[in-house]
Structures are given as C-alpha cells and as structure tokens.
C-alpha cells in the first residue's frame, strides 16, 4: 500500500498548484478529481484529451494514482464524458475510476444495467471501475454495494469508511474488502464527517490489516476538505495523516 492526496483536499488551488502543494506536503501520489468545477472539467476532457493528459503529468513527481468522477448522468453526454475519461486513464496509466452509485430510490435493475455499461467501457481501455461508499446513495448500505458487484462482473469498490460511520448505516463493511480497488481517508465522529485527525473513530490500524488480509495494494487516499471558518490548520491536519499512514505501514 502507499499513501496519495486527493485534489479534492485543495479545491480553491489550479491544478498546477494542488499538485505543487502535494509536493511541499510531501505526497508522490495523486487522486484527480474530474467534474464541474473541479481541477479537471469533464468537457475539456473530451474536447483536449491531450492538453488535459499533459495537464495530469505536467508534474512527474506526483503521480496520478486514480480519477473521481463527480459527475453523474444517465443521458449520452454522460457516457460521452466517461469513455473520455477512460481514455484520459489509458494515457495516464491510471487504472482506478471511481463513480458515484445511483441515489437512493434508483431501481435496482436500472442502476445494475447503467453500471454494466460503465464496466464494459472502462474494461476496453483497461480502467477498473469502483463505485464510491457514501450516504444517500445505493453504496450507503455494505449489503447493497456488495451484491451490485456480485450483478455486475468487474465492479469494484472505493472505500470511504467514514460514510458507514457517521451514516445512517453504522454496519461493518467486511463484506466488501475483497472488491475495493481504491481507499479514501479522513477522520470522523458518529456526529460529523470530518473532524480533527485523532479526534474520530476511524481506527486507521484495522483498517490497514483487514486490507491486508485481502492482499489490497493500492492507494490510502487522504480526502481532507479545508474548513477555513473553524481555524484548524488544513495542511496541518493533512500532514498528520499522512506521517499517521506512514508509521501503520512501516
């Protein structure tokens, strides 16, 4: 396993500058984020693949490890979008995608079908999709992500453990430690989503064995949003994860 950065952790930074910052911070790996108004737009991505695969690499010392697509969609400008992300992923050598699953509500049948699409896509340039745990959506429940990638054949799973704990869950997501292909991380309570590394419930060291157990080998991503208003010290607090990370992983 080895530790990356999310852009995500520095949305208000160009592209050029999250990964600079990645640096400083000592990363060599990175997760993109791809979606209106994120580092990466979905529609240059199809009009510019080369100018964006540049973009992605412009920095050879930080890595780009994996995509999140915060975009959804079930039109043809949707798929349109993703296979270009794909391709974008083929020419990074990127192999993780991340999706988001289906809102609550979707049927079954149709969220089944919409992801048998994106696999079959994604499995053309060598790209493994997972879909993101997070509430509100299919994913919110371990039992339902798990059997959607029992439908579907080369489905995977991100794992974001704070979104079982402070969801409405609350149930173990051991069930779904064979299929994750990619892991975001930040601290949480039962009561907050974020909170200050070593104030939450995220137990970083069982996580890390139970991955190991499942031979997982990739990315611990660390997702740590600024919260500018509360006076914490965001590249502090992304710091301290990652030496965190680091002393679980000697």
């Not at 790996?29 to 990466?40: D, F, K, S, T, W």
């Not at 969220?111 to 999709?129: N, S």
């Amino acid at each position: 396993m080895f530790i990356a950065a999310s852009s995500a952790c520095f949305p208000h930074l160009s592209l050029e500058q999250a990964l600079e910052k990645m640096l400083d911070l000592e990363f060599s790996y990175a997760e993109l984020v791809i979606g209106p108004g994120a580092h990466l737009d979905p529609d240059q991505v199809v009009r510019e693949p080369q100018r964006v695969a540049y973009r992605c690499q412009h920095s050879y010392r930080v890595t780009p490890v994996a995509y999140y697509l915060d975009f959804e969609g079930f039109d043809r400008q949707f798929y349109e979008r993703f296979h270009a992300c794909c391709m974008l992923a083929k020419a990074t050598k990127v192999v993780s995608l991340t999706v988001r699953s289906a809102e609550l509500g979707t049927p079954f049948n149709q969220e089944v079908e919409r992801l048998k699409a994106l696999v079959k896509l994604a499995t053309l340039e060598g790209v493994v999709v997972s879909i993101t745990t997070e509430t509100g959506r299919m994913s919110e429940d371990p039992d339902t992500a798990a059997v959607l990638c029992q439908h579907v054949k080369g489905l995977a799973i991100t794992l974001d453990p704070s979104h079982y704990i402070c969801g409405p869950s609350g149930r173990s997501y051991q069930k779904l430690l064979p299929f994750v292909s990619h892991v975001r991380l930040r601290d949480t309570s039962r009561e907050k989503l974020q909170v200050q590394v070593g104030q939450g419930e995220v137990d970083y060291s069982r996580l890390i064995s139970q991955l190991e157990n499942v031979n997982y080998r990739r990315a611990l991503c660390i997702d740590i949003k600024p919260e500018p208003e509360s006076g914490i010290d965001h590249d502090a607090e992304i710091r301290k994860l990652r030496l965190l990370l680091e002393t679980l992983l000697v």
